[in-house]
């Protein structure tokens, strides 16, 4: 078994299309296969290296690797059809040779013309064959002349091209809808039916997997291959990826791309499980199989044709699950970049990545990505007592009986730094012992001291947290902590400055 997975790069690689790199690889590596990688940049306009690097970074980020590529050695290369062109004018002049192509040198404006008057007389629009008869003495001449036509495939007339989609069963058209496509542009670069059929066939592609948006030119290709002398591969045509609003998922619907579903710091092996179940099943209940699993699993006859409907929520809850089961110094590795760019520290330093990973535990069970996690604990970094008390929710806390009170004897037992439960849980004894409050009336005035928020993690983890951080070194390049007995300090004074 030989597939591939062949992306144009003139953008970044959509979801959508990363299902179809990933149904390909699963069926290879659950088949003992081969998955090549091949490079489509035949549209120079749009086409970039730029591209071509992020798309290939984001698959290996997936884990999706490739037996045979652009940057790997195979027996069928160069895998860039820009590398290729002189294979496609072979098999061009094979075709010409053979009278199953021809040269036409309809103009862009004939041919808009064309297609309007088609659609005008409720006509689907498709080539009018104008230059399909002409004399060989004509085309001579006006090659000669130095006009720059295209070539076409002559598509039969009345026949039906009918082939069994792995996904759908069969599908049949009839020639009389297809029209003679374009092979070669008058530039000399192959269009898309043409080199896909010459690639799939020297590669030796066994099972070609792809979006239901290639039905249509499916057709198109068998005759191709026929005319060639090439056997076909199966076809196999997945369902698109759709939004909430079950429409093709798109930028209004948020992220889009691999990258971007990275950069908001989701795990590869979350978005893999996720995508893998979009339209597929693996046969039983379970939803979190890793890769290796998912390839055992994996089966054509169990993708569904009925589009997928792509559900952030659902995403979420499974990238919770891995963020869970990660190793947390790759954890701490994986979220330091949102430390950097929050500011909270300067460089990736060991004593900070040590630091960062002892506030893991205060935020990966309430956080759905790597990015949130700065924020969960922004309140150890960024610690305002005047800003805080001015805040409706602080104040209403200020406001509860006994709650000044509460401030005002935490500034008075915080005598050092509290770096371990034991130490916090004794400072709140004392207090609850001079003030007689507990519960909520005790804990609520003390978070409001010492996070400046009225919510957040566990006290008993949070405030050994704060101190940890404030007696770091300069060295440790950590944004400075003020400590807890300094905003315990702080605290009480914006409060009485409010009175």
Not at 174 to 201: C, Q, T
Not at 399 to 415: K, N, Q, W, Y
Request: hydrophobic residues 40%; negative net charge; proline residues 6%.
């Amino acid at each position: 078994m030989r597939v591939r997975f062949a992306p144009s790069p003139t953008g970044q690689l959509h979801v959508g299309n990363a299902r179809t790199a990933l149904f390909n690889w699963l069926l290879a590596h659950g088949k003992d296969g081969t998955f090549i990688l091949r490079i489509e940049d035949t549209d120079v306009e749009r086409s970039t290296r730029e591209s071509e690097v992020s798309i290939l970074d984001d698959l290996r980020w997936l884990g999706l690797d490739w037996d045979e590529g652009p940057d790997v050695e195979g027996p069928n290369g160069p895998y860039r059809q820009s590398e290729r062109l002189h294979l496609y004018a072979s098999y061009a002049n094979e075709l010409l040779a053979g009278r199953h192509a021809y040269y036409c040198f309809c103009s862009p404006q004939k041919l808009d013309a064309d297609r309007r008057d088609a659609l005008a007389n409720g006509r689907p629009p498709r080539y009018a064959g104008t230059c399909r008869e002409l004399s060989p003495d004509e085309v001579r001449t006006r090659l000669e002349e130095g006009e720059h036509p295209v070539i076409r495939f002559k598509v039969p007339a009345g026949v039906d091209v009918t082939f069994n989609d792995l996904v759908r069963g069969d599908v049949t058209f009839s020639s009389e809808v297809i029209g003679d496509p374009v092979l070669v542009r008058s530039d000399g670069h192959p269009a898309y039916n043409f080199a896909v059929v010459v690639d799939d066939a020297l590669m030796e592609i066994t099972h070609v997997i792809r979006g239901e948006d290639h039905i249509s030119n499916t057709p198109r290709q068998l005759l191709l291959y026929e005319a060639l002398g090439f056997q076909p591969p199966q076809f196999a045509h997945l369902s698109l990826v759709m939004g909430p609003d079950h429409t093709p998922l798109s930028k209004r619907h948020g992220a889009t791309s691999v990258a971007e579903f990275r950069e908001r710091g989701y795990l590869p092996e979350a978005l893999v499980n996720y995508l893998a179940l979009i339209g597929w099943s693996p046969g039983s209940d379970e939803e979190l199989l890793p890769i290796g699993e998912l390839a055992r699993r994996f089966e054509l006859e169990n993708v569904g044709h009925s589009a997928g409907v792509f559900d952030p929520e659902k995403l979420a809850w499974m990238n919770r699950h891995y963020m869970k089961a990660a190793a947390p110094a790759r954890l701490t590795a994986e979220a330091s970049r949102y430390f950097l760019k929050a500011g909270f520290i300067e460089q990736r330093t060991e004593a900070a990545m040590e630091y960062l990973a002892s506030l893991l535990p205060l935020t990966v069970a309430s956080v759905d990505r790597l990015d949130e996690i700065p924020d969960r604990v922004r309140f150890i970094f960024a610690f305002d007592a005047a800003h805080a008390v001015a805040r409706h929710d602080v104040a209403a806390v200020l406001e509860e009986p006994g709650a000044r009170d509460v401030i005002i004897a935490l500034a008075s037992e915080i005598t050092g730094p509290l770096l371990d439960r034991d130490a916090f849980r004794a400072v709140a004894a004392r207090v609850k012992e001079r003030t007689g409050l507990k519960g909520k009336s005790l804990f609520h005035p003390i978070r409001a001291a010492l996070t400046g928020e009225t919510g957040g993690p566990e006290l008993d983890l949070a405030v050994p947290a704060i101190d940890r951080g404030a007696a770091l070194s300069p060295a440790a390049k950590v944004a400075r902590i003020l400590s807890c007995r300094d905003r315990a300090a702080t605290f009480a004074a914006a409060v009485n400055s409010r009175k």
